[in-house]
């Protein structure tokens, strides 16, 4: 998060907005300095933080005096909240209007004593509202800018971001001013704004907007440059499949070494040939002019994408985003299946519109003339059809009874996109959905692989702090993964659900089926070498263990679609640490009984009972079952083992309302569930079946990143910030306070040489003994009235007698099968004589009866025994004297 934000570092990278401004401009807006400041970000309801705020920025040449100026909601009536109180407001400074108290709000976000803020404010906005500024007190004349919107009503005209939590901002300049909620997005953390996470965990940029022209510097001169039109009309245009550029700046700017490409990723863009208006080859866009240039990649009319890029990448590759646009069928030319008249996909107007479809084109010119007939599109739906396809999650459902009841969420509630949308679309999966596993890699914090269930893995990076595809060896749109020996994409597609990374660097994945045999079961463990060059990985090793879950059938697709759903790598060393117990042989796992299994056991995520099925794999594909671990949850999709907490991690989806279970060694030696967590408030109860912890090494204040992955994609819904994107990003705590794990361990060995203090417990020759007083050198065992004392104890807790011991009156123990408790202090005298300090405990042979009469046992007045068969009762204090039936004078009376 950035501290102490200053007026200084409000100039931000961004598209220039003379053209953007001048279309924008509400028509009451009545003076040339008031239409320079603009709402530039809010949030209407705060989830961690102290209060909701309003973001004005002053966009224009001069400073502006806030006397006079104000504030309301939907109210819309002028003075009801001063502005006066911020003063000037300077060439691209930002003011916030807030209901938090000044000192908290800075706090809270990191912003220093350079940013105005206007505290205090108790005028609340709504989901329904709206945002009016005036810079004086006429509702009409001086209303300087305005923002409605509604992301309650489904029937609602003015749509919008739900801010709550997460800041509303603009998507491009054109947004600025427009009144239309329609062009704002949601903040995610690491943004084009800088956005970062306020200390109690919301998202948001306050006190600085990237839209900001500080002192008249427009920002980098390619930021002026925009995609201004598009056509995939082939041969009806001026080039096959055309692209204009306009230049919105006022100076030349070089588009010489430019690379562009189509709905593909950046690795696969190439380097253009653009020519002026006239037909002129030229590297250079004129200020306020344009250029054109035919696609590098086909454009197809069914609907597609172009993305142009700056060539700061390694070695002239695509780097820096400078524009984009996507389309749909029939949107930028003919189109068979959608054929509404459109030639071309056009800003309208010229660098700072939004795209409409117009059936003129204009290449190498204004836009203006084709943008008075715009046309509507047949297909159009309240949001733009995607080139993914989101699919809707399952009924969400409750956890069974024989799961742990979950608690909150340990760490922040907020949630952020961690991926660029539709980014995970592929030749065998196109709509981008399935991305089922993930997992990071133990030697790099940095990357992260990912797998879909379309026969895919995926290498990840950190850019812009979203994870793309890394470009290196071949990862660039993925790679396509097969069962071993074949590379036939017809028939050999393992349907990969989980992966995990092994002590040998290669990734472990999980198969449930063939997706050319979708109703046949083929739970399968296959080994790939991350390392291999191309665009293909052929599994090295197979492990088959379809016949291990012989309830899984074969014809029945439902069962084939709930075999292995994750797989994780559990070290030897932290199993063989606490005692984990081998329930193949009840006994204490022992690696070596398995000499071919490498150096850890594979826990296997089944979805079908929610179970870990723990294996040790051999180097000649042969397996071992060591154990089965149940997750309590009936249902899991991905399973991780976490060397920060030492523990296995597991995740249900929606099933289960999105819950995960932690586990680890209990003190017998199983693996069962220790915690179980909610998910976090910001996250979507969507189908999630991936999981991954970032190492501890990553822990930054406190906490660290984790990662889901929706595999279908479809975030809040049709039209949500949220739809199209698979990986959600959050922060857990790094310390959980999980407390110790495992089999108790025995004291150290005895050592000849040190010094031992009173209490002080070691272990020798198979048993523990306690020091009673210091003692240096003497060999415990030797002495039954030395410095040592023999600790034994039964497996119900009860203390054994050893001669060394001490014990003090009311003690018990148990010697020989019998019990006795202590009458007095006593050492070395064995439990089961008559007079001596000991008094044998005899449990009635039936509950609630009277036990038999013992001759090592002391009995007061009033106690009941039985003896040969009949029933006493002791008259006074007695002890080894047996009862009589006709003792006349003794201590106990025949009562039955």
């Given at each position: 998060m950035p501290l102490h934000i200053s007026r200084s570092l409000a100039t931000l990278a961004a598209a220039a907005l003379a053209g953007a401004l001048a279309v924008a401009l509400p028509a009451a807006a009545?003076?040339?300095?008031?239409?320079?400041?603009r709402i530039t970000e809010w949030m209407y309801n705060p989830v961690s933080s102290s209060g909701e705020y309003i973001e004005i920025t002053n966009l224009g040449a001069t400073p502006v005096d806030l006397a006079g100026w104000s504030f309301?909601?939907?109210?819309?009536?002028?003075?009801?909240?001063?502005?006066?109180?911020?003063?000037?407001?300077?060439?691209?400074?930002?003011?916030?209007?807030?209901?938090?108290?000044?000192?908290?709000?800075?706090?809270?976000?990191g912003l220093d004593a350079s940013v105005k803020i206007l505290a205090g404010n108790t005028v609340n906005l709504g989901r329904a509202d709206e945002i009016n500024i005036f810079d004086g007190p006429d509702a009409?004349?001086?209303?300087?800018?305005?923002?409605?919107?509604?992301?309650?009503?489904?029937?609602?005209?003015?749509?919008?971001?739900?801010?709550?939590?997460?800041?509303?901002?603009?998507?491009?300049?054109?947004?600025?001013?427009?009144?239309?909620?329609?062009?704002?997005?949601?903040?995610?953390?690491?943004?084009?704004?800088?956005?970062?996470?306020?200390?109690?965990?919301?998202?948001?940029?306050?006190?600085?907007?990237?839209?900001?022209?500080?002192?008249?510097?427009?920002?980098?001169?390619?930021?002026?440059?925009?995609?201004?039109?598009?056509?995939?009309?082939?041969?009806?245009?001026?080039?096959?499949?055309?692209?204009?550029?306009?230049?919105?700046?006022?100076?030349?700017?070089?588009?010489?070494?430019?690379?562009?490409?189509?709905?593909?990723?950046?690795?696969?863009?190439?380097?253009?040939?653009?020519?002026?208006?006239?037909?002129?080859?030229?590297?250079?866009?004129?200020?306020?002019?344009?250029?054109?240039?035919?696609?590098?990649?086909?454009?197809g009319s069914g609907g597609d994408a172009v993305k142009l890029y700056l060539p700061d990448g390694a070695n002239g590759t695509a780097g820096t985003l400078v524009d984009s646009v996507e389309y749909t069928a029939g949107e930028a030319g003919s189109d068979e299946g959608n054929d509404f008249g459109a030639g071309a996909f056009a800003r309208c107007p010229d660098g700072t519109g939004g795209f409409v479809s117009v059936s003129g084109k204009s290449f190498?010119?204004?836009?203006?003339?084709?943008?008075?007939?715009?046309?509507?599109?047949?297909?159009?739906?309240?949001?733009?059809?995607?080139?993914?396809?989101?699919?809707?999650?399952?009924?969400?459902?409750?956890?069974?009874?024989?799961?742990?009841?979950?608690?909150?969420?340990?760490?922040?509630?907020?949630?952020?996109?961690?991926?660029?949308?539709?980014?995970?679309?592929?030749?065998?999966?196109?709509?981008?959905?399935?991305?089922?596993?993930?997992?990071?890699?133990?030697?790099?914090?940095?990357?992260?692989?990912?797998?879909?269930?379309?026969?895919?893995?995926?290498?990840?990076?950190?850019?812009?702090?979203?994870?793309?595809?890394?470009?290196?060896?071949?990862?660039?749109?993925?790679?396509?993964?097969?069962?071993?020996?074949?590379?036939?994409?017809?028939?050999?597609?393992?349907?990969?659900?989980?992966l995990t990374i092994g002590p040998d660097g290669a990734l472990y994945v999980t198969t449930e089926r063939n997706n050319q045999a979708n109703d046949i079961p083929l739970n399968s463990i296959l080994r790939f070498d991350p390392g291999q060059s191309g665009t293909q990985l052929v599994a090295t090793d197979e492990w088959n263990l379809t016949a291990e879950f012989p309830e899984l059938h074969a014809g029945n697709r439902t069962e084939a679609n709930l075999g292995f759903e994750g797989v994780t790598f559990v070290p030897d060393a932290y199993l063989t640490a606490n005692g984990f117990v081998d329930q193949s042989t009840g006994t204490t796992y022992a690696p070596g009984a398995y000499p071919s299994h490498g150096t850890g056991l594979y826990f296997a995520a089944l979805e079908n009972d929610g179970r870990l099925y723990a294996y040790a794999l051999d180097s000649d594909h042969a397996f071992h079952r060591v154990a089965v671990v149940d997750t309590g949850m009936g249902h899991v999709m991905d399973v991780?083992?976490?060397?920060?907490?030492?523990?296995?991690?597991?995740?249900?989806?929606?099933?289960?309302?999105?819950?995960?279970?932690?586990?680890?060694?209990?003190?017998?030696?199983?693996?069962?569930?220790?915690?179980?967590?909610?998910?976090?408030?910001?996250?979507?109860?969507?189908?999630?079946?991936?999981?991954?912890?970032?190492?501890?090494?990553?822990?930054?204040?406190?906490?660290?990143?984790?990662?889901?992955?929706?595999?279908?994609?479809?975030?809040?819904g049709p039209g949500s910030a949220t739809e199209g994107h698979a990986l959600y990003s959050g922060r857990i705590d790094c310390d959980l306070g999980l407390g110790d794990q495992g089999v108790p361990k025995g004291p150290d060995a005895w050592d000849r040489t040190k010094v031992y203090d009173t209490g002080d417990r070691v272990s020798f020759g198979g048993k523990v003994f306690e020091a009673l007083w210091w003692t240096s050198g003497e060999t415990p065992g030797t002495s039954s009235s030395g410095a040592w004392a023999e600790i034994a104890t039964a497996a119900d807790g009860t203390a054994i007698w050893t001669s060394s011991r001490i014990f003090t009156t009311g003690d018990t123990v148990v010697h020989q099968g019998r019990t006795f408790t202590a009458l007095w202090w006593t050492r070395g005298q064995t439990p089961g004589g008559v007079g001596g300090p000991w008094s044998e405990i005899v449990a009635p042979t039936i509950p609630g009866g009277i036990p038999a009469w013992s001759a090592a046992t002391v009995y007061n007045g009033g106690e009941k025994v039985t003896y040969q068969g009949r029933t006493y009762q002791a008259q006074w204090y007695s002890a080894g004297s047996a009862p009589s039936p006709t003792a006349q004078y003794g201590p106990w009376k025949l009562i039955g």
């Open positions: 009545h003076a040339e300095t008031a239409a320079a400041v309301d909601d939907d109210s819309a009536a002028p003075g009801t909240v001063p502005l006066g109180g911020l003063g000037i407001l300077a060439v691209g400074e930002s003011a916030i209007i807030t209901e938090s108290a000044d000192a908290v709000f800075r706090s809270e976000w009409v004349a001086d209303l300087v800018d305005r923002l409605a919107y509604d992301d309650q009503s489904a029937i609602a005209t003015v749509r919008g971001p739900r801010t709550q939590g997460v800041a509303g901002i603009p998507k491009t300049g054109a947004a600025l001013g427009a009144n239309d909620a329609s062009q704002w997005q949601l903040s995610v953390v690491g943004d084009a704004e800088g956005s970062w996470a306020s200390t109690p965990g919301d998202i948001g940029s306050p006190g600085r907007s990237r839209f900001a022209d500080e002192g008249g510097s427009g920002g980098p001169a390619w930021a002026s440059i925009r995609i201004n039109e598009v056509s995939s009309d082939n041969g009806s245009t001026p080039v096959g499949d055309a692209i204009e550029l306009h230049n919105t700046g006022a100076a030349d700017v070089s588009i010489d070494g430019w690379l562009q490409t189509d709905s593909g990723a950046a690795s696969g863009a190439t380097t253009f040939s653009a020519r002026l208006p006239d037909g002129t080859a030229t590297t250079v866009v004129p200020a306020h002019g344009y250029v054109y240039f035919a696609s590098t990649k086909g454009l190498g010119a204004s836009n203006a003339l084709p943008c008075q007939t715009p046309l509507t599109n047949p297909a159009d739906v309240p949001t733009p059809t995607l080139p993914c396809q989101p699919e809707a999650p399952d009924a969400a459902a409750a956890l069974p009874g024989t799961a742990l009841p979950p608690t909150a969420w340990p760490g922040s509630p907020a949630v952020t996109i961690a991926d660029a949308q539709c980014a995970w679309t592929t030749s065998t999966g196109p709509e981008g959905r399935d991305v089922s596993g993930l997992v990071f890699d133990p030697s790099d914090a940095n990357v992260m692989y990912a797998v879909k269930n379309k026969s895919w893995v995926f290498r990840l990076v950190k850019q812009g702090g979203l994870w793309v595809p890394d470009t290196s060896n071949g990862w660039g749109a993925g790679k396509q993964i097969f069962f071993p020996g074949s590379t036939d994409s017809a028939t050999n597609q393992p349907d990969t659900e989980g991780q083992f976490d060397a920060g907490t030492q523990r296995i991690w597991a995740l249900c989806d929606n099933t289960c309302g999105v819950t995960t279970t932690v586990l680890k060694v209990s003190s017998t030696g199983t693996i069962v569930p220790e915690a179980a967590y909610s998910r976090p408030a910001g996250l979507p109860v969507n189908n999630l079946e991936g999981f991954a912890l970032a190492p501890d090494s990553t822990c930054v204040d406190g906490t660290r990143e984790v990662l889901w992955s929706d595999d279908g994609i479809y975030g809040d």
